[in-house]
């Protein structure tokens, strides 16, 4: 452990899951916040928009306008972040837990754990799902946890790039 301020930081493996995420403007704060918190990797899923990969498949034209969308809020980000695509998200899930990962979702349900009250693992892989209506109940049958985070206002949630902000930040500096 070093010191970072006045949070003691554990470099935990933390790996982040963007499922069905539908705006290029928040996957390209996902990157920036993830390249800010040393986030190990992150994995794009369902129907996310995701910067140009080796050996995409896509047509030239697609990924070139959603690589340059997403390079306007990640501002480098999409380049030092390690990240790429899978099409099936239950056996990436499946393969995160083979190697050892907690599965830990970003969602408000009736189990879910307040964020500040968790104890994180050394090694995570934190699922945040669609910005209107969150990760389905099939998939959050399938992780091993749910954390949320308290809401004081009117509003029901926080957007999807902010809360995970949020959580990345108590996922690093948690002791």
């Known amino acids: 452990m070093s010191d970072f301020g006045c949070y003691s930081r554990v470099m935990r493996s933390i790996t982040l899951i963007a499922h069905n995420i539908r705006s290029t403007h928040n996957v390209g704060s996902l990157l920036r916040s993830s390249d800010g918190f040393g986030i ?14 080796h050996n995409d498949t896509r047509l030239p034209h697609i990924y070139r306008k959603l690589t340059a969308a997403i390079a306007k809020t990640a501002l480098g980000a999409e380049k030092t972040v390690s990240n790429n695509y ?6 990436t899930l ?17 189990d879910s754990v307040v964020l500040t009250t968790y104890q994180p693992p050394q ?3 934190l699922l945040i799902g669609e910005e209107v209506h969150g990760i389905t109940p099939e998939l959050l049958a399938l992780c091993d946890t749910t954390i949320e985070i308290p809401m004081y206002g009117g509003k029901e949630s926080f957007n999807v790039s902010v809360a995970t902000g949020i959580a ?8």
Do not use: C, H, M
Not at 168 to 175: I, P, Q, S, V
């Open 86 to 91: 899978e099409d099936d998200i239950t056996a």
């Open 94 to 110: 499946q393969n995160l837990k083979a190697q050892g990962y907690t599965i830990v979702a970003l969602e408000q349900s009736n």
């Open 123 to 125: 090694k995570i892989a």
């Open 40 to 53: 190990e990797r992150v994995i794009f899923t369902g129907y996310t928009p995701y910067p140009q990969q």
């Open 168 to 175: 990345l930040f108590r996922l690093r500096t948690a002791e």
